[in-house]
């Protein structure tokens, strides 16, 4: 690169001595056909040198080129990793926000279900006892320890009189009211005694 500078420098230094400058055209006043000869012998000399400064450059530019290209290419992988690996985690928090969200409507609706159901059975406790544990009139069975379907099954059958012995016709008019949800909540409910 230094080479390259001061060959620039002597091409300068030539080109200012041989009488290329506009002062010195009109301070001296020279034969046409000597200035032609002149201007050809800096030619000759200049030109072999702009060669090797054009040569040189370009050696240069490959040279700085061949360093950099690796590095260009090592950023360019660092940067995908990068970005794959961000977006691996962005995911994974996506992902774990959406299941503290559904959790937590579950424990929501859990806890709106348990007090609903709370309200629900407190109709039901007068004759079944506080959970569940009673017969009811001293008529029917005890509930408590049945599975949420089994609940639900009897519950829906009084419903629709497709279930019940003595205790059918009292039990129509406990559940006549209740909805399809209302039934799951209480059956939930009654389960967990």
Same mark, same amino acid.
């Given at each position: 690169?230094?080479?390259?500078?001061?060959?620039?420098?002597?091409?300068?230094?030539?080109?200012?001595?041989?009488?290329?400058? !506009?002062?010195?055209?009109?301070?001296?006043?020279?034969?046409?056909?000597?200035?032609?000869?002149?201007?050809?012998?800096?030619?000759?000399?200049?030109?072999?040198?702009?060669?090797?400064?054009?040569?040189?450059?370009? =050696?240069?530019? !490959?040279?700085?080129? %061949?360093?950099?290209?690796?590095?260009?290419?090592?950023? %360019?992988?660092?940067?995908? =990793?990068?970005? =794959?690996? &961000? *977006? #691996?985690?962005?995911?994974?928090?996506?992902?774990?926000?959406?299941?503290?969200?559904?959790?937590?409507?579950?424990?929501?609706?859990? =806890?709106?279900?348990?007090?609903?159901?709370?309200?629900?059975?407190?109709?039901? &406790?007068?004759?079944?006892?506080?959970?569940?544990?009673?017969?009811?009139? *001293?008529?029917?069975?005890?509930?408590?320890?049945?599975? %949420?379907?089994?609940?639900? !099954?009897?519950?829906?059958?009084?419903? *629709?009189?497709?279930?019940?012995?003595?205790?059918?016709?009292?039990?129509?008019?406990?559940?006549?009211?209740?909805?399809? #949800?209302?039934?799951?909540?209480?059956? #939930?409910?009654?389960? *967990?005694?």
């Amino acid at each position: 690169m230094k080479k390259a500078f001061y060959s620039l420098v002597v091409v300068m230094m030539v080109l200012g001595l041989s009488g290329c400058g !506009d002062e010195k055209k009109a301070a001296a006043p020279v034969k046409e056909s000597a200035s032609e000869s002149a201007l050809d012998k800096v030619k000759q000399e200049v030109t072999p040198v702009m060669e090797t400064v054009q040569q040189e450059a370009t =050696e240069a530019m !490959d040279a700085v080129e %061949k360093e950099v290209a690796p590095m260009v290419d090592k950023a %360019k992988e660092t940067l995908q =990793e990068a970005k =794959e690996v &961000a *977006n #691996e985690q962005a995911q994974s928090m996506q992902e774990s926000v959406e299941k503290s969200v559904e959790e937590a409507k579950q424990l929501v609706a859990t =806890e709106d279900n348990s007090a609903k159901g709370a309200q629900l059975y407190a109709k039901c &406790a007068a004759c079944h006892g506080k959970n569940a544990e009673k017969k009811a009139l *001293n008529a029917s069975q005890i509930i408590q320890g049945w599975s %949420k379907e089994k609940i639900a !099954d009897a519950i829906r059958g009084y419903k *629709n009189s497709t279930y019940g012995g003595a205790m059918k016709a009292v039990m129509i008019g406990q559940v006549a009211t209740l909805s399809d #949800e209302d039934v799951e909540i209480l059956a #939930e409910y009654i389960s *967990n005694f």
